[in-house]
């Protein structure tokens, strides 16, 4: 989901994040370091290349001077793709220093609309007791949302979307994670 308006946050009840979700936020970020962990040894194995590279073009083959800038290139593009890698987990963290709404009222679905994003199938809002707009986020998925509203009691962050729904997790935040978040996902899933 993607946030897209969010305005009336003085009206909001807000809690802190408790230690077991920020808990398992931080497992998913450490889980992406193990995948960013190719990342970094690219980046030291080119950089050793490109020091290498230099040091013996000055004593012994002026020539290979020219190679430097190629393994020099690869090893910004192992920082990039690292950076790329992590920057969404990191994120991700650091918002759940940001409090997580109460809203006693409604969640309403809608299909897409005019601004919609190609992939999206619709929209996601909590809705105030009065119906006004609490947050709303796009969302994505393989069915376009039906239009529907229904009243409940739900927590949720402007950066993750809703966490639970009249007390019962949406799966946005998992009640347990494996260390590292390794082998959470579904193994009978379906391959695209």
């Not at 936020?25 to 992406?32: D, K, P, S, Y």
């Not at 990039?80 to 918002?95: D, E, K, S, T």
């Not at 994505?140 to 997790?169: M, N, Q, V, W």
Request: charged content about 20%.
């Amino acid at each position: 989901m993607k946030f897209r308006k969010f305005d009336a946050r003085a009206r909001l009840v807000r809690r802190p994040w408790t230690a077991a979700e920020r808990r398992i936020v931080w497992m998913g970020v450490l889980g992406r370091l193990t995948i960013a962990a190719e990342a970094i040894l690219g980046t030291l194995v080119f950089l050793f290349l490109t020091w290498g590279v230099y040091l013996r073009a000055q004593s012994v083959e002026q020539s290979l001077i020219v190679l430097v800038p190629v393994f020099a290139l690869g090893a910004l593009g192992f920082i990039l793709y690292g950076i790329a890698l992590m920057v969404a987990p990191i994120r991700a963290f650091l918002h759940t220093f940001k409090p997580i709404y109460i809203v006693d009222g409604y969640v309403r679905y809608r299909g897409p609309d005019a601004f919609s994003g190609d992939e999206a199938t619709g929209y996601v809002a909590v809705l105030f007791e009065n119906r006004d707009v609490a947050c709303e986020w796009e969302a994505f998925g393989a069915d376009p949302l039906p239009d529907r509203t229904i009243p409940t009691l739900c927590e949720f962050s402007i950066y993750g979307g809703i966490h639970k729904i009249d007390g019962k997790s949406t799966g946005l935040l998992p009640e347990k994670i494996t260390t590292l978040n390794i082998g959470m996902a579904p193994r009978n899933a379906p391959m695209d």
